[in-house]
């Protein structure tokens, strides 16, 4: 059974840095995205970064130039680091991948990981 295995978050003040991590647990075959995705409380789940198989990644734009997402392919390990944190950043994080079982193709998510940004 796949499962994603989420750790790091906790509380900073602003200006602080995090580092998320996200381990993958289980018989996977590939991994064709993996990434984080954020949820305050009363908005809806955002995409934070994603990265592909080939490497490309993509950011949203609240957080370019502060966040960069790292992978580690021999540990089917993806790390989230959180520069410059500013309170707008406090939401849950979940850890996300699509990825191949050998029976399906699916996206998995994480249990999520709290981040909270003091001012």
């Known amino acids: 059974q796949v499962q994603l295995v989420e750790s790091g978050g906790g509380l900073v003040q602003a200006g602080g840095s995090l580092r998320l991590s996200c381990a993958t647990s289980g018989s996977i075959f590939g991994i064709n995205a993996m990434g984080w995705y954020r949820q305050a409380p009363g908005k809806q789940r955002e995409l934070v970064a994603i990265?592909?198989?080939?490497?490309?990644?993509n950011y949203a734009d609240s957080v370019k130039a502060r966040f960069t997402l790292s992978r580690d392919n021999a540990k089917n390990t993806v790390y989230l680091q959180m520069n410059s944190l500013k309170p707008e950043d406090t939401a849950v994080y979940y850890c996300?991948?699509?990825?191949?079982?050998?029976?399906?193709?699916?996206?998995?998510w994480g249990q999520g990981t709290q981040v909270t940004v003091s001012s």
């Open positions: 996300f991948a699509n990825l191949n079982t050998a029976t399906t193709i699916g996206d998995y």
């Open positions: 990265i592909t198989r080939r490497g490309s990644t």
